[in-house]
């Protein structure tokens, strides 16, 4: 570079009028080539703040996933995020379920399951063998009866000529 000519600013740097060098953006924001001001520094993803001044990291069961201004977002129901700063919220995995702006997932109760992806403990249906309501307490079937689906209901009788010995899972032989 010869006398009278200026070097724009890198990626991640800005300078003024009449700058001498270039000065590195606030932590956690970055600025494109040839920036002018440090308003030109927008946070990161995984970060919240006005152009130009501090970034925070989002909280666990909050995202950004976009360079700018902005506030974080809260995970949507059935979805997760235990980290702080850039990631993306992730769905429940099956038998556990989150609501809004999840942190972590909660478990199904005992011998009840839900889909992936699921939104309140109301998603959580008795297993075969299994009665009760979505959401509930889920008892086994006694001997002599049976349940052979997902979901709420009760514990059905054996036909006559028929048994179960057993009590939970099992069909009647």
Known sequence: VGPGSCTACPLGMYSGPGGVNCSVCPPASSAPPGSMSVENCSCDPGFSGPDGGVCVECPPGQYKDWTGPGQCMSCEPGSYKSSVGPGSCTACPLGMYSGPGGVNCSVCPPASSAPPG??????????????????????????????DWTGPGQCMSCEPGSYKSSVGPGSCT
């Open 118 to 147: 699921s939104m309140s403990v109301e998603n959580c249906s008795c297993d075969p063998g299994f009665s009760g309501p979505d959401g509930g307490v889920c008892v086994e079937c006694p001997p002599g009866q049976y349940k």
